[in-house]
């Protein structure tokens, strides 16, 4: 019987949990539960039996979207021997530590006389790395020793690269019965009085454990302090629509959820349960979308990537000096080299990324000496681009996968079907993506945006010609009247990928596309053969290679909406840019959870139906997540500046608009740097006006209409 809820999520650093709706993992209805660390699966069952069967479900949720599930069961029919169904009620709760996951359940007995309770707890840990919970196959593994022992259960796996991964069961009460597959106690509850059991899943266990309840106390105390300290230290983005206050709610939620504590601050994990890890693309791209609320995680992301930076040339690895990080991965497979991802840099994309991140960051916030001692970073990231581009034979951007198993699509569509031509033939030899182009525009203009903050003007100067040559050999190459937008991409013969694609509208976010062409792209974004009613489309329906269900070839995905949504305000399509955030809004409104996940199929939206849902979606993603608030961005058309030389700083609002159904929007503690802004957008008969209703000394405000 499938589950009545989608599977829940919780995250707290390199652990996460992919639970039903009772809080539990049973194999035979999803075989990508479980409970993983480290990149392995070390709980793949977790079931709990009251007289030998299984709760019934009564309601499941996230405590406050604060990382904390809760779930109310009720007991079946316990025969003869037992209880009347409905008589007993379990509150479960489950939390997760860095290294521990943790369950509290509450029993409470409506009986009017004592009951005796068998509780079978149903345990396995298969020790499976990610990659084989996708698919992969493996050879050989590694082996499993189980042992039990008053109070607890040892599972250690001794895995083929000389570690031993390690659960380890422990209860609040005595375990009375430890067998091959379970272990058993006998509870006796009281009439109307609760009881309540505790247990622990330790990953990482210490000689010196602390006991379950106090394990569990401190780790809901952790959790909950962990998402109120977040919600301080962002702006606050409130409405006067509820729904729309849910969404950004689960959204900012989720991407803390998937955030881990690194070096500098915070980094956004991509996504549960295929990516949970660092994504060096995905963790920008989310940076970028929250910079209006939350520029502590670009501060996390760009130290992390600087730090891992590539410094060597290791075709295994698609790595060469200068290169930002693709993935970073943990796991047996991994550290063996069954995949290439332990330090994986097959990413054309992420390099520029990386320095478009620290230019709009250094706007936002001010943080000069941060940015300043990034710099040598950032200049290898720029002399990579510049030999990159130097080695090709049209000076474009490109990429050719080098490592065995690695990528052989290194853009953000990266799918082996994703590039390709108007007859359906993939593109062959190096590619250079339109899209990759446009970040290298914006890569340069960033970098001299810093040169010039920090008073190398010459330097600065340079990169800006740069830039502007290369706006204009990219459309001179790239524009394509035939289908009157860019070509998604460059074949290693330099034959345009004559192909309408979603890429084109991220041309438009960094400011490459020429006026004119931006309209155009803007008409095709937006026409009914792509904008499908919910958002746009990877791939518009009069191509080829067309499918609504594929990966990357007609799906919608939110981050790449978010994105041209900026673009298209950008360039003053900002009425465009509202159908877009209208669009994933009232996508949000028909998932559950309002849960955005990584992508959704691309089919035409019809009358009383939502979305259709991609069945091995991420979700929680970290970019969708990110979305809204790089649409709100948008729609309000605020940028930030700062005065050379000066210590002011500037909020630029143009034309703002709001979505129907949002009379008020109210951002408060906008922090930027020293300063600090708090602002109401607000509906009137004709347009959206704006109050400052404070401000900090050294904050301007221009509104333009």
């Not at 091959?180 to 109307?192: F, K, Q, S, Y």
């Not at 991609?614 to 500046?641: D, H, K, N, R």
Request: a negative charge; charged letters at 20%.
């Amino acid at each position: 019987m499938p589950e009545p809820l989608p599977p829940f999520v919780l995250k707290n650093e390199e652990t996460f949990a992919v639970l039903d709706s009772r809080g539990e993992i049973c194999p035979e209805l999803q075989h990508d539960a479980g409970i993983f660390h480290r990149g392995t699966r070390h709980i793949s069952r977790l079931q709990v039996l009251l007289w030998n069967q299984s709760p019934m479900v009564l309601s499941s949720t996230e405590l406050g979207a604060m990382g904390v599930m809760v779930s109310h069961l009720a007991n079946n029919d316990g025969g003869s021997t037992g209880s009347a169904a409905m008589s007993i009620h379990l509150e479960r709760s489950t939390v997760l530590t860095a290294t521990a996951c943790l369950q509290q359940f509450s029993f409470t007995s409506y009986e009017g006389r004592p009951v005796k309770m068998p509780l079978t707890l149903r345990l396995d840990a298969d020790f499976r790395d990610i990659f084989e919970v996708r698919g992969y196959h493996r050879p050989q593994r590694g082996r499993t020793v189980r042992r039990g022992s008053h109070g607890a259960l040892e599972l250690v796996y001794r895995g083929l690269d000389g570690e031993d991964r390690v659960t380890v069961l422990r209860m609040s009460e005595p375990i009375e019965n430890v067998n091959a597959e379970d272990i058993g106690l006998v509870l006796t509850l009281e009439p109307r009085q609760s009881f309540r059991l505790f247990l622990v899943l330790d990953f990482h266990p210490t000689a010196e454990a602390m006991g379950a309840e106090d394990h569990y106390n401190a780790a809901m105390s952790a959790t909950i302090q962990r998402f109120r300290e977040a919600r301080r230290s962002a702006a606050s983005v409130v409405s006067d629509n509820p729904a729309f206050n849910s969404w950004l709610l689960r959204s900012f939620s989720d991407v803390h959820l998937l955030a881990s504590q690194v070096e500098d601050g915070l980094y956004p994990y991509a996504g549960v349960p295929w990516f949970s890890c660092p994504f060096g693309r995905d963790g920008l791209i989310t940076a970028r979308q929250m910079l209006m609320v939350e520029p502590r995680l670009a501060r996390g992301v760009l130290g992390f990537l600087a730090r891992r930076q590539a410094l060597v040339v290791d075709p295994a690895h698609d790595e060469e000096p200068g290169k930002i990080l693709h993935e970073s991965r943990l796991g047996e497979m991994a550290a063996l080299g069954e995949v290439p991802f332990s330090s994986y840099y097959g990413a054309v994309d992420s390099t520029p990324l990386f320095l478009m991140l620290a230019g709009d960051y250094l706007c936002r916030s001010g943080d000069r000496d941060f940015i300043a001692g990034l710099l040598p970073e950032l200049e290898a990231a720029m002399a990579w681009i510049h030999r990159a581009e130097a080695s090709s034979s049209d000076g474009f951007l490109r990429y050719l996968r080098a490592a065995a198993g690695g990528l052989s699509n290194q853009g953000w569509k990266d799918s082996n079907d994703s590039i390709h031509h108007a007859d359906g033939h993939l593109a062959e030899g190096s590619i250079a993506l339109c899209e990759v182009q446009a970040y290298a525009y914006g890569a340069r203009r960033a970098l001299a945006r810093i040169y010039q903050c920090l008073g190398r003007g010459g330097e600065a100067e340079v990169l800006r010609d740069e830039a502007a040559a290369l706006r204009q050999r990219f459309h001179t190459a790239f524009w394509t009247p035939a289908i009157d937008s860019y070509a998604l991409a460059l074949d290693g013969e330099s034959r345009p990928c004559m192909v309408r694609a979603s890429n084109a509208g991220h041309c438009l976010w960094t400011g490459i596309a020429t006026p004119e062409a931006a309209a155009a792209v803007a008409r095709h974004l937006m026409a009914p053969t792509s904008f499908n009613g919910w958002g746009v489309r990877t791939l518009d329906e009069r191509e080829r290679r067309y499918n609504p269900m594929s990966y990357h070839n007609g799906s919608v995905w939110p981050h790449d909406n978010a994105l041209i949504g900026m673009g298209l305000a950008h360039y003053g399509h900002r009425s465009e840019a509202l159908r877009i955030l209208t669009g994933l809004f009232e996508t949000a409104s028909a998932v559950p959870m309002f849960r955005l996940p990584e992508l959704f199929c691309g089919f035409q939206r019809r009358e009383e139906e939502g979305p259709t849902l991609y069945p091995v979606a991420c979700s929680p993603q970290a970019w969708a997540s990110a979305s809204v608030f790089g649409l709100l961005e948008a729609v309000t058309g605020m940028s930030i500046e700062r005065e050379d030389g000066s210590n002011r700083v500037q909020v630029r609002l143009r034309n703002p608009c709001l979505p129907k159904g949002l009379n008020l929007l109210d951002i408060n503690g906008l922090r930027l740097g020293e300063e600090e802004i708090n602002l109401q957008f607000h509906r009137s008969e004709h347009d959206v006006g704006v109050l400052v209703r404070s401000r900090t000394p050294g904050v301007d405000v221009v509104i333009m209409k």
